[in-house]
């Protein structure tokens, strides 16, 4: 089910949280709303919900109108942070509640439970209640009631804060091979990069009620629009070094870090401000531009270590390294920047 948000405004009172937002959600899209705490992102997603009756704009479910619907007439599902499990019902109760209130025959509903509970892989969990389930489990149960009116659309928020990391991730592969089998257009919402570049076919990024970039997971970690967008995407993240363009050169103005930059950016932006940005992969021993610097501090990830390095005039980049280095900190050492990769942007924070 296509989904679409056209020109749509909601305030609290005199607070306006979205300012006239244009969103289209494909059919069989899952996508991501990501972006800081208080950028709007749950209010839109109770907006699509019905939750929320909006100010101003439409909704549009295919070609319908459900502006003016109810929430219960929206045929959404919805799974938030907090389960909101009925502890006092079996699993099996939990999960047939919606199509009981629908007045379903119990033949019905269990052959629907069972068919639910099978896709989600809970069927062993039927007969107990939420509080003898694990954190995992019990999304699990939240997920499979959401699903079980074959809802048109799937409104996820926060829908794994609640879990430890190693949940989190198996919970992550999970919902997405759900939404994947079924085929229904599902609305993620989260302040976590990782989820929303693992899970989604695309990311909506959200400032201030505005949505500021919408585009594929890779396109938008290569392509980001601005500053903003750049420094939500990647872990470790991305680096910032503020200077200005002379004589074909990026210059930190304080302690001369210093180095070339692309022909069009050493003429377009000649004698301006820029910011450049670089990620932890572009910044390596033994390729690129030499900088140099002193390691700050080290943080053995497993797999992958992250090294700081502080520069003379105090800016820091990151550089993450595959193969163990024997680099201590307070160590100087002068590794390269991939000027290819580099990102640069002008003084407001804008890509050039
Ligand atoms: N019911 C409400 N009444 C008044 N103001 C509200 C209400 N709900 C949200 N807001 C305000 O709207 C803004 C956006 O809130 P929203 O819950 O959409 O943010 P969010 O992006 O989901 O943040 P978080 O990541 O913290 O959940 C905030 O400034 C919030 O205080
Ligand atoms: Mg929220």
Redesign the pocket.
């Known amino acids: 089910m296509r989904i679409l948000l056209d020109n749509f405004t909601k305030s609290?009172?005199s607070?306006t949280?979205i300012d006239k937002m244009d969103l289209e959600i494909h059919d069989g899209e899952m996508i991501a709303l990501l972006?800081?705490?208080?950028?709007?992102?749950?209010?839109?997603l109770f907006s699509i919900c019905g939750i929320h009756k909006i100010n101003g704009g439409r909704i549009l479910f295919g070609d319908k109108d459900v502006t003016n619907v109810t929430s219960q007439e929206r045929n959404v599902g919805v799974v938030f942070q907090s389960f909101a499990l009925y502890p006092h019902m079996t699993v099996e109760q939990n999960i047939g509640f919606p199509l009981k209130l629908r007045k379903e025959t119990a033949s019905e509903i269990k052959r629907k439970v069972d068919e639910i509970a099978e896709m989600v892989h809970i069927e062993e969990l039927l007969k107990r209640r939420p509080g003898e389930l694990s954190g995992g489990q019990q999304q699990r149960v939240a997920l499979a009631r959401a699903l079980i009116r074959r809802p048109d659309v799937l409104l996820l928020d926060?829908p794994l804060a609640n879990l430890d990391a190693t949940l989190r991730l198996e919970m992550r592969s999970e919902i997405r091979r759900i939404q994947q089998e079924t085929g229904i257009t599902a609305v993620l919402?989260t302040?976590d990069q990782v989820e929303a570049m693992s899970m989604c076919d695309r990311i909506a990024i959200?400032d201030a009620?505005r949505i500021v970039q919408i585009a594929e997971p890779k396109e938008m970690y290569n392509n980001p629009v601005s500053d903003y967008v750049a420094g939500f995407l990647g872990s470790p993240p991305i680096a910032f070094l503020n200077g200005q363009i002379q004589d074909g050169n990026f210059v930190e103005p304080n302690a001369g870090t210093k180095f070339p930059v692309s022909a069009t950016i050493a003429s377009s932006q000649a004698g301006r401000s820029v910011r450049v940005g670089i990620r932890p992969e572009y910044f390596q021993p033994d390729v690129g531009t030499m900088i140099s610097g002193k390691v700050s501090f080290i943080e053995a990830q497993g797999r992958e270590t992250l090294y700081n390095v502080t520069l003379p005039d105090g800016n820091i980049l990151r550089s993450i390294q595959g193969s163990h280095s024997p680099v201590k900190i307070g160590d100087a050492v002068t590794w390269g920047v991939n000027t290819d990769h580099m990102l640069v942007f002008d003084k407001n924070g804008l890509r050039i």
């Open positions: 609290f009172g607070l949280v972006g800081g705490s208080g950028c709007g992102k749950s209010t839109t926060e919402v302040h959200m009620g």
